[in-house]
């Protein structure tokens, strides 16, 4: 049974930093994605970063380029995301998801090719 757990979620005032970490388990990860999504109330859940186990290549979604960072620890299966400058509109829930498969990185941002997803935890930007 796969299980995804977050991490790092908190408040914090605009311009801070947080750190997510996600922990994965139950299978093997080799060759997948793994990627952060984010969802703020009233909206769909829409996709920030990820990045591939095996080269480590990434992808960001506009709003967060040059703020936001992502890397992984293959050895312990977990994925991080490592928010700066954080703005109000970056408030939601942020969730960790595995891809189904291999994934070009040019569809990495399509929420359809990922199957397994954490709990989501919550970051709030506030003064």
């Known amino acids: 049974q796969v299980q995804l757990v977050e991490s790092g979620g908190g408040l914090v005032q605009p311009g801070g930093s947080l750190r997510l970490s996600c922990v994965a388990s139950g299978r093997s990860f080799s060759g997948l994605v793994m990627g952060w999504f984010r969802q703020a109330p009233g909206q769909e859940r829409e996709f920030v970063a990820a990045i591939r186990r095996s080269d480590g290549s990434t992808r960001f979604v506009d709003s967060v380029k040059g703020r936001f960072s992502i890397s992984r620890d293959n050895a312990k299966n977990t994925v991080y995301l490592q928010m700066n400058r954080l703005k109000p509109e970056d408030t939601a829930v942020y969730y960790c998801?595995?891809?189904?498969?291999?994934?070009?990185?040019?569809?990495?941002?399509?929420?359809?090719?990922?199957?397994?997803w954490g709990q989501g935890t919550q970051v709030t930007v506030s003064s």
């Open positions: 998801a595995v891809s189904k498969d291999r994934l070009l990185t040019s569809y990495m941002d399509d929420i359809e090719y990922y199957e397994y």
